[in-house]
């Protein structure tokens, strides 16, 4: 049980590292909080469980912690990117569509 | 959803994270998670009412449990993907801002659609209007408005639609 734990954190580790290379290399503010909300969802959701794989009674406890991590993370990167897009961020070159502004015509009707 | 009902949905919710957190069955324990879970009702149950939650019903569970399922899947693909996209050496993206259509009516049915999409393999949402979302996608696949909603949103509002119908 505890070699299954470390494995599971481990996993999350790796996921957790891979979104911080994301971090860097992509282009622009909208792709970095992609990178930084997929990995981390994973990355922050297999650690916490994995440790409560280790440590059996604590798992009801770190399984609570985990799906308010999963609640709650949409919503912060949900509120960055649209953030960045209302103060006008400019997409990376080579995007190739940007519907932004027919969407503001929406707001009117 | 009458006054009595909602204060019985919070307050069981309360103590059922509650139950989760202590992890005991000690009287102790069960009395203050009681006591806690039935003041914090009594200040919040209007706010419980105002979102609007749909009754719970045996349909909508066993439906919610397969939505549950399938969003999970799309989060382990999700982050594969984009830790594939993030360790290519070429880094193979081809972003761009398309806008999709939601049938869907309700704060808390868009609020969990979009929510799910800015989960999935690619996508998250940048704003709501309507029933209009703008969504962020790391590999563009089609500009059209109908592509786009048949591509992002149908997989998840197919299940929101009996969900919260």
Redesign the interface.
Known sequence: MYYLGVVVTGVGVL?LC??G??LF????V??R???G???T???AFATIIGVGIMEP?WF??T??IALFI??T???S??SL??AA?KSGTE??E???????S??EE??E? | MSKVKSFFYLFSVLFLVWLGFTATFQLQELALGLTLSFLLSLIFYKTYVNIGFPPLGIKRFVFALIYIIVVFKEIIKANLDVAYRAVHPKIPINPGIVIIRTNLNGDVAKTVLANSITLTPGTFTLDVIGDRLLIHWINVESKSEEEATKLIGERFERYLRIIFA
């Open positions: 996921f891979l979104g290379i994301g290399r992509f282009p622009d909208y792709n909080v992609q990178a909300t997929k990995c969802t994973l990355g009674t009801w406890k399984l609570i999963l609640a993370n949409p919503i990167s949900h990117g649209r897009y997409l990376a080579g995007s190739v569509v940007d519907m932004a027919e969407f929406y707001s009707e």
